[in-house]
Nanobody, 130 residues
Framework: VLLVESGGGSVQGGGSQRLSCVAS????????????ICWFRQAPEKEREAVSC????????FYETSVKGRFTISRNGVASRAFLQMNNLKPEDTAIYYC????????????????????WGKGTWVTVSS
């Protein structure tokens, strides 16, 4: 699966950004809806962490504690796109944001480590100034 992110950039604290991920070149027999989509982020000198995921099983979602109530994940199967709406951004949200996909039929809780994910985009920088 080829994943390409867009929508990153610089924003002031309290502002909003919408990240987009377009998917293509699927594994034979699979379509976009067969993949759990996650957004991970990695800040300088920190480990990559799962920010939000949306399940391929039932559409359930996961949000990392610090982004709950501020970020919203969504997907559009027709367009093979996933989105991360980020509101009330804080300087600590500054990181490279990666779109990631897994075709495993597994609970989201088992897909929250980078090693659990099969496919990755190249990432897009989000910089939040205070």
């Amino acid at each position: 699966v080829l994943l390409v992110e867009s929508g990153g950039g610089s924003v002031q604290g309290g502002g909003s950004q919408r990240l987009s991920c377009v998917a293509s070149v699927f594994t034979a027999g699979y379509s976009f809806d067969d993949y759990t989509i996650c957004w991970f982020r990695q800040a300088p000198e920190k480990e990559r962490e799962a920010v939000s995921c949306i399940s391929n099983i039932d559409g359930s979602t996961f949000y990392e504690t610090s982004v709950k109530g501020r970020f919203t994940i969504s997907r559009n199967g027709v367009a093979s796109r996933a989105f991360l709406q980020m509101n009330n951004l804080k300087p600590e949200d500054t990181a490279i944001y990666y779109c990631a996909a897994s075709y495993k039929s597994a609970p989201i809780a088992s897909l929250l480590k980078a090693d659990d994910i099969e496919y990755w985009g190249k990432g897009t920088w989000v910089t939040v100034s205070s």
